[in-house]
């Protein structure tokens, strides 16, 4: 089946530094990919959709300037949390529409972000 | 708009034992349903899904779902639960629209116990 790739698996910033995720889908074209954040023993909260070369459309209330994220190719989606704060602590998991799952997503397997 | 419901935060059974987890869901039109598992610090896992057709769905690791239209409900069941079940599920729904995106439930913890 479709495999996506989310890199790092885990990560641990300063305050203040950036910090960028990619997720790449490695046996098919993902002409959209999404961005959830999973905070603990919560469901996962949809933040954006990631367009392959055009701009990502960010659900309410979350920061585009803070989380941008970049889809430059049909296999490649970057999220990139900028000026990290310790609020940003948090599971960030990536996912991409696949066929091959009846019209649902594949996902990644997350990046845990530790911002101290 | 669409949402899904899971009632239940942790469902405790014993191993042999038969499990249930619960979801109803609310969306417009036709839904597709899904099941996914979660085991710490990792992504998500597809189950089995629900698009069209026999309304029992069967899944990985002898998971299954039956879906109710009537009752808007799509629970996952399995037979003999094992304690490598033990692990955090998503019910989730999408519409038909090739806008729609997948909303998940609060997600329901499973813990077998040997």
């Known amino acids: 089946g479709a495999v996506v790739s989310q890199h790092p698996s885990w990560v641990i910033c300063k305050s203040g530094t950036s910090v960028k995720i990619e997720c790449r889908s490695l046996?098919?074209?993902?002409?959209?990919m999404f961005w959830y954040r999973q905070f603990p023993k919560q469901s996962l909260m949809l933040m954006a959709t990631?367009?392959?070369?055009?701009?990502?459309?960010?659900e309410q209330g979350v920061e585009k300037d803070k989380f941008l994220i970049n889809h430059a190719s049909l296999t490649l989606s970057t999220l990139t949390v900028t000026s990290a704060h310790p609020e940003d602590s948090s599971f960030y998991i990536c996912?991409?529409?696949?066929?091959?799952?009846?019209?649902?997503?594949?996902f990644g397997s997350g990046t845990r972000l530790t911002v101290v | 708009a669409q949402s899904v419901a899971q009632p239940e935060d942790q469902v405790n059974v014993a191993e042999g034992n038969p499990l249930t987890v619960k979801c109803t869901y609310s969306v417009s039109g036709n839904p597709y349903l899904f099941w996914y598992v979660q085991y710490p610090n990792r992504g998500l896992q597809f189950l089995l899904k629900?698009?069209?057709?026999?309304?029992l769905v069967k899944g990985s690791y002898g998971f299954e779902a039956e879906f109710n239209k009537s009752q808007t409900s799509f629970h996952l069941k399995k037979p003999s639960a094992l304690v490598s079940d033990s692990a955090l599920y998503f019910c989730a729904v999408r519409g038909y629209s090739g806008y729609s995106t997948l909303t998940f439930g609060k997600g329901t913890m499973l813990l077998v116990s040997p």
């Open positions: 046996d098919f074209q993902a002409t959209t």
């Open positions: 629900y698009i069209t057709g026999d309304n």
């Open positions: 990631s367009n392959e070369g055009s701009k990502a459309t960010y």
């Open positions: 996912s991409a529409r696949d066929v091959g799952v009846g019209y649902g997503y594949t």
